[in-house]
């Protein structure tokens, strides 16, 4: 069978290596997108328990030794998130500019169609300008927001960014904008005194936090329903949209047996144990192995060239946004 990983075709047999075998599910889920809450990660409850558990610990043994300092901590932690939480709609919709039917129409037709497939609470989209090809969900309750950095629009296509969409709207759906409050946020979204300590956050919670974005990168192919769009989006996200063309499959395939073999297993299980956010071919590899290899599309061309489509083929930096400074600024 033909199957592909990004931009290029990989051989007959190219999953294995000197009896190593890139791990493939025995039956492939049916991307449906309205099923999207039974693709959860089946470990993401179990983590979550334990990190919630390790966080009572944590509170425990601070009040009994009396170090307030901890605790105080955690606190400013919690209220920051929850401040956050409940303001996200009105910073961003001060400092962006909002995805409805008549502005960034294209895009609110894909988030409109994913929201009601997901079955998804009421939730506002909105783009701000940043050089970070990234996007983030917020909220404990609706209306939620979700927001796209610009960068993310200028380097995507539609079917990409559907997929992206797919992952945020399944963060909401499996209740993570809610539990990654007590867990600590994200690290940009708090105050600068409080985000240097994120890295112990990490490391307590690095378990569910890792997880909860595999559950995502499901939401995501689920929401775009082709495996082909998923990996390529995922590795897009990685090294960016210009090199994708460059990549060759059976490539990323020796990366991931090396990463197996020796050193390289226990360094990358090291880090893999000890960070968030899981590292681009591991992540490949655990969508893999939930979703099976895509198929050879029929174009790949058309892939490793992104087209903005916002609005209606400009460059999404055409909106009345601020334009990019010569130092790169934000």
Known sequence: MNTTLPGQLVREGGEERSGWRLMLPTTLPALDPTRVREHRHPLEKVALLLSLLILMLVLGVGAWREDWLILKAIFAVWFAMIVLAFQAGTVHTLRGAEVTSTQYPKLYEIFDEVRRQFNAPPTRVFVIRDNRAQAHAYGIRPPYTIVFHSAML?????????FVMGQQLGRIVYGQTRMIVPLGGDAEALPSLLAQFTWLRDLVFAWYRRISVLSADRAGALACQDMEVAVRTLVKLGVGSHQYSDLQGDDLVDQ????????????????WITNAEPPMVRRLEKLIAWGGLPKLPEALVDAAAPTVPFPDGDRASSLPLQERDEGGGR
């Open 256 to 271: 991931a047996y090396w990463l197996s073999q020796g050193t390289g297993r226990v360094q990358a299980t090291i880090i």
């Open 154 to 162: 200028e380097s995507m296509q539609l079917d990409e960014l559907r």
